[in-house]
Nanobody, 119 residues
Framework: QVQLVESGGGLVQAGGSLRLSCAAS????????MGWFRQALGKEREFAAS????????LYVESVKGRFTISRDNAKNTVYLQMNSLKPEDTAVYYC????????????WGQGTQVTVSS
């Protein structure tokens, strides 16, 4: 049974930093792409960043480029999202997700962690 468990959310002032973690278990994730999504109150969930488990190739939504960094630790089966220069508009519930390379949809999702950025 695949489990994705996020942690690291919290309250931070604008300009501050947080690091989110996603502990993945239940299978090997070779051949998977891991993603971070976010959903602000009253808005649709949006893609933030993703990384290839095998190659480390990364993708970012334009609004977080240069501020967020996604990475993975294969030995710990953990994916990270380092968030710097946070803005109030980054406030959202952040979700970790996984899909097999070649699939269009993310199949596995975590429960989410709240990030609140105060102005």
């Amino acid at each position: 049974q695949v489990q994705l468990v996020e942690s690291g959310g919290g309250l931070v002032q604008a300009g501050g930093s947080l690091r989110l973690s996603c502990a993945a278990s239940g299978r090997t994730f070779s051949g998977y792409r891991m993603g971070w999504f976010r959903q602000a109150l009253g808005k649709e969930r949006e893609f933030a960043a993703s990384i290839s488990w095998n190659t480390g190739n990364t993708l970012y939504v334009e609004s977080v480029k240069g501020r967020f960094t996604i990475s993975r630790d294969n030995a710990k089966n953990t994916v990270y999202l380092q968030m710097n220069s946070l803005k109030p508009e980054d406030t959202a519930v952040y979700y970790c997700a996984a899909r097999q390379v070649g699939d269009s949809q993310y199949k596995y999702w975590g429960q989410g962690t709240q990030v609140t950025v105060s102005s």
